[in-house]
């Protein structure tokens, strides 16, 4: 069998979600003796011809010279090398950029797409992206032999708005169980003594939300925000608006990952505001650093959370969770069971062989 993952920036992770899955799933391919290709992009700062043994097929991306424009050429590029390949299996990540190139897939693979969120919904976007957003969209359920959803709220959307069945396979992560709080000490004083929020400043995110929730209990500990501040509009009307206030501190953008789960595991609360998408790498990376989360409450977040969590849906509800201490043994119970299931239903491992047993199940079917 020979499979191509398409659809991310390219191997090894610099990027985001479907990138990393990208990594984590072609390096298990090969292990297991399958031979898979990723497409990676010409602005990768990776320059091997190979990642872990796995071949990166390399195609020209404009998108450092002209923008967004740059993604469609890019996935266009990828397409149309893949027509000369003979792969029997296109793994498609998201659909953004690339499915309106989709009668250019090779007829002979068989195309298996995983649906992302639902981006239209971004707030982020104007009205008329959010229209394309929603024809692509449309686009990939059409041209695509199999459909995966990583949420269960994202797999009963497209059963009911396409009369699509998806394989519900959810996003990965791995038990963070090496915590050291001098790796953090130059950003915060002492263990939970203070609360956490890591994410892209948009407003889909919850985070003013969530900051006045904060401001109006007026907690003894600090909110700590991670999240490039300075990258949106929406980021800087934050930070100029709540930035001065005494109990909310912005960090920035942070990448080590070794400091972003200490301060994931030595923090109080850890406020989870994302209400688009489907299983978010972020929630299930807090479920595996021991994080006693506060959720917005919505279908996505709580299919993976059910009762280990507390949930909100405006800052009065947010503020009620602020009194909430991390070492009670009813919070420990909660924070227990979400590591039970990172252990046992999100585990990289788990989610690569459900990918590559749903794949290999999706050829005998078109065998036959």
């Known amino acids: 069998m020979k499979i191509a993952i398409l ?220 999240g490039n501040h300075n990258g949106t509009k929406f980021g800087k009307y934050l930070f100029e608006t709540y930035g001065s206030h005494p109990s909310i501190e912005f960090l920035g953008s942070i990448y080590d990952m070794n400091v972003l789960d200490n301060l994931r595991y030595y923090s109080n609360l850890y406020f989870h505001g994302h209400s688009v998408g489907g299983t978010n790498p972020s929630l299930l990376e807090a479920m595996a650093c021991s994080c006693c989360i506060v959720a917005h409450d919505n279908v996505f977040n709580k299919s993976i959370l059910a009762e280990d969590a507390f949930y909100f849906s405006d800052d009065d509800q947010l503020a009620s969770h602020l009194s909430l201490d991390k070492n009670q043994v009813a919070i420990a119970n909660k924070v227990e069971n979400n590591k039970n299931k990172i252990r046992y239903q999100f585990d990289w491992e788990v989610i690569n062989k459900a990918y590559l047993d749903f794949i290999e199940k999706c050829v005998q079917e078109k065998k036959y």
């Not at 297991?32 to 091997?48: Q, W």
């Not at 990540?93 to 239209?120: C, H, Q």
Request: positive net charge.
């Open 7 to 226: 659809g991310t920036r390219g191997i090894p992770n610099y990027h985001g979600g479907f990138e990393q899955f990208a990594e984590f799933f072609s390096v298990y391919l090969q292990k297991k003796g399958v031979e898979v290709y990723v497409y990676c992009s010409s602005i990768h700062p990776y320059k091997e011809e190979k990642y872990q043994n796995v071949p990166r097929i390399v195609c020209s991306d404009a998108e450092d010279k002209i923008g967004t424009a740059g993604q469609f050429i890019y996935d266009l590029n990828c397409i149309l090398d893949a027509r000369k390949r003979n792969f029997d299996v296109i793994l498609q990540l998201g659909y953004t950029s690339s499915s309106i190139w989709s009668f250019l897939f090779p007829r002979k693979a068989l195309i298996v797409t995983n649906m992302d969120g639902l981006e239209w919904k971004r707030t982020k976007y104007s009205p008329m992206v959010q229209r394309f957003l929603k024809f692509a969209e449309k686009l990939a359920v059409k041209h695509s032999d199999y459909l995966i959803s990583d949420s269960i709220g994202i797999q009963e959307f497209l059963k009911k708005k396409y009369q699509k069945d998806s394989e519900y396979i959810a996003y990965g992560a791995t038990l963070f169980e090496t915590p050291d709080f001098g790796k953090i000490k130059h950003i915060v004083e002492s263990p939970y003594s203070y609360d956490l929020l890591i994410a892209r400043m948009e407003p889909e995110n919850n985070i003013e939300i969530i900051v006045k929730g904060y401001i109006k209990k007026e907690s003894p500990r600090k909110l700590l925000l991670i």
